[in-house]
């Protein structure tokens, strides 16, 4: 098997992922609900997992990183604190429909700033124009139907120039690219646990910077007589049982990555992209998603065939034992934005696991799938 479908989960993971999230399930209990052996242990490996989240991305504070079961929930928990019905809030035209939904959950007044593909300065011109009358602006850092790296330093700059609370979707940037919250100053910093970072799913991670409003309430093994949720955080955000297995997984995928040269990881996963896109250019009838500008895509690229559609052409390949995703990946916004929405692309996502033989098998596969239906 070929997995290249990262951009929707890891498979690939190192071994001590697996082997943390074995050992947690058999060992600890839950934080915060008892003061024996086990539960302190699962106490130390949260914390442990927290801090080594908040050092790694600019967090001075760890009690600001808050555990979540995926992105989408780390988004809504933003989304629900700063944004009200009426709002004017800017987002991408790159959007997940994990920003999309939870914006027009909340009835706010929607603003997407549509730029072309791998045209960052379009796009800045754009925020800036809009961003005078926004209660808040939402941008993701890297399109998951693309790979498209939006310039969010620049967008976070201007964020904070206006006054402007910014939400930032890492879903497919945390653990590739260098993200200090530090720096980008954001109010929110949304990411999930696995993919780039290389952990179990069901986990994700919230930085906060900005007052909070709970999504959830339930118990938090503290402040139990209270009828509220705390009013200090992680516990106001963090209701109910840890996934600590995940948490525990999350930690040792944290721990790989940071292991790692700051930009190994996304020169690796571009010169697969590259190369996947340079064999695949030649093909006629199919369109490539690609740029030469390696500080404007990461490893994700997608395709489009003039004649045959996407989920053949995914489905063919499954076959092969090739395994790539077809469609609009929960982004019909990006879709939209770009002229693809018809029917979606085909997308090719990239791991620190991949290799250029694997790559290069994936393309000749595409060749001839193209070639056998095509005649």
Known sequence: MIYLDSAATSLQKPQSVSQSVSRAIKTLASPGRGCYRPAMQAADCVLDC?????SYFGVDEPENVIFTFNATHALNIAINSLVSFGDRVVISGYEHNSVLRPLYAAGADICIVRTPLFQPETMLESFERELRWAK????THVSNVFGYVLPIRKIASLCRERGVPLIIDASQSAGVLPIDNSVLGAAFIA?????????????????CNHETRPLMHGGTGSNSSEVLMPDYLPERLEAGTHNVAGIAGLYQGLKFIASKDRHCIADHERRLKDALASQLSG???????????PSLQTGVLSVLHESIGADELAEQLGKRGICVRAGLHCSPLAHETCG???EGTLRFSFSPFNTLREV???????KKIINNIAK
């Open 50 to 54: 927290r801090m080594a989240l908040a």
């Open 340 to 342: 693809t929405a018809e």
């Open 191 to 207: 990411m999930p646990g696995h993919k780039g970072l290389l952990g179990p799913q069901g986990t994700g991670v919230l930085l």
């Open 136 to 139: 808040c602006a939402v941008c």
């Open 360 to 366: 290069h098998m994936a393309g000749e596969a595409m």
């Open 283 to 293: 093909i006629d009838g199919l369109r490539v998603f690609s740029t030469n500008v």
